[in-house]
């Protein structure tokens, strides 16, 4: 059958599937919500920016003929998750998510679970503490609350405007990192409390390696809720249902 593939992206896994796509020879094209300066060089035409919403979505998937679609955001980008979700319903075009597992705690963990960035910032509702706060540059402003504590933060672009944090260290840096690097940083800055998104996969790892190996607490944030879909956890598991069931509709 012919493919003309939308891959919602913004991941290292979406540009690994679009190179894997790329390599037999289907059509895609990869979609960017535009929120990094400098995206990487990816492997197959793109588009940047919103679609505008469900209806939004469901247009392009028409004008544009899309006959699957593969939602490998980032876990968090929840809001994404759930617009393809209706938008593949109502234009009956089939939906695969390519997601990370979750990251389970280990022995020597000491993290404690919070739902939502409300939750994590009620959480250091406290004495001054050695933040590194890595969850990317959206979710800082909601960090405002908490000015007593210093903040480590790690971006993949240098800020454009002055940070909501009064006292902030900012280093950017896109990774992979290593749990020696990080457990460096750490000791270097003194950090005494990491924060992090339950993002899952190998790239944003490495600090929570680096806080259990430092006896660091944890502060997890829980993946936002999204509707049941089709769910696989490898480039390999998309490309099997390309090739043999990516006409079903269900979830
Ligand atoms: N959230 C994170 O922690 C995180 C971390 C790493 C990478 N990312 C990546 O950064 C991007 C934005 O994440 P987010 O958390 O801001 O998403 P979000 O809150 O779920 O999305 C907000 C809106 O941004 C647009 N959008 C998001 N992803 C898009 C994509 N791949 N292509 C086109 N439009 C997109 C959509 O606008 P319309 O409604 O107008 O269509 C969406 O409704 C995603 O591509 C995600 O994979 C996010």
Redesign the pocket.
């Known amino acids: 059958m012919t493919r003309n593939l939308l891959i ?4 290292l896994e979406a540009r690994e599937l679009g190179a894997a796509i790329a390599a037999r020879g289907w059509q895609g094209t990869l ?3 535009g ?1 990094v300066e400098r995206p990487l060089r990816q492997p197959l035409p793109q588009r940047v ?5 469900v209806e ?2 469901r247009s392009y998937l028409r004008d544009n003929a899309i006959t699957h679609v593969i939602d490998a ?2 876990p ?6 759930r ?1 393809a979700v209706a938008a593949c319903s109502a234009a009956r075009v089939p939906l695969l998510a390519l997601s990370r597992a979750p990251w389970v705690a280990q022995e020597g963990d000491l993290w404690v679970h919070v739902a939502d960035i409300p939750g994590a910032v009620a959480a250091l509702d406290g004495a001054p503490r050695r933040v590194m706060l890595a ?2 540059r ?1 979710n800082l402003p909601a960090f405002a609350a908490c000015p007593q504590h210093f903040y480590l933060l790690r971006l993949v672009d240098a800020p454009s405007a002055p940070l909501p944090l009064p006292r902030a260290h900012v280093i950017v840096d896109r990774g992979p990192f290593t749990a020696e690097q990080d457990q460096a940083l750490m000791a270097a800055h003194q950090i005494d409390l990491i924060i992090s ?1 339950n993002a899952g996969g190998t790239g944003a790892y490495a600090k929570i390696i680096a806080a259990r190996q430092l006896g660091l607490p944890v502060i997890m944030i829980d993946r936002p809720h999204v509707p049941p879909r089709h769910e696989v956890h490898d480039v390999a598991g998309v490309m099997a249902w390309l090739d043999h069931a990516g006409t079903d509709l269900g979830v």
């Open positions: 919602l992206g913004g991941t979609s960017l919500a929120r920016g919103g679609f505008g919403g939004g979505l955001t980032h968090f980008a929840a809001q994404m998750s617009n969850i990317g959206q998104k």
